[in-house]
């Protein structure tokens, strides 16, 4: 078992910047790759950023250029720090850890506002 707990949400005007980060514990060796996604007002939840065990990172084309993930094993902390934010950024930011096993587990998520 593998818990999240995510911090750094909050409300920022547009244009700013806001960093979230997210804590593991439990089975931390079993942890392959940390990861965010978001979920708007009434839209699917989708993928944000991943970076794997060897630092290997992909980011969705919306938050690319934007959006920097991070990882730092010896915390056991995934952060997502989001520069030049929008509107269409507000959203509920999930932590998502998939294990070696291929299991995910999640954070209870935390939201980011992004005024006009």
């Known amino acids: 078992q593998v818990q999240l707990v995510e911090s750094g949400g909050g409300l920022v005007q547009g244009g700013g910047s806001l960093s979230l980060s997210c804590t593991a514990s439990?089975?931390?060796?079993?942890?392959?790759?940390m990861g965010w996604y978001r979920q708007a007002p009434g839209k699917q939840r989708e993928w944000a950023a991943t970076i794997t065990e060897r630092a290997e990172i992909g980011y969705a084309d919306s938050v690319k250029g934007r959006f920097t993930i991070s990882r730092d094993n010896t915390k056991n902390t995934v952060y997502l720090h989001m520069n030049s934010l929008k509107p269409e950024d507000t959203a509920v930011y999930y932590c998502?850890?998939?294990?070696?096993?291929?299991?995910?587990?999640w954070g209870k998520g935390t939201l980011v506002t992004v005024s006009a």
């Open positions: 998502n850890v998939r294990t070696f096993g291929g299991v995910n587990y």
């Open positions: 439990g089975s931390i060796a079993s942890i392959a790759v």
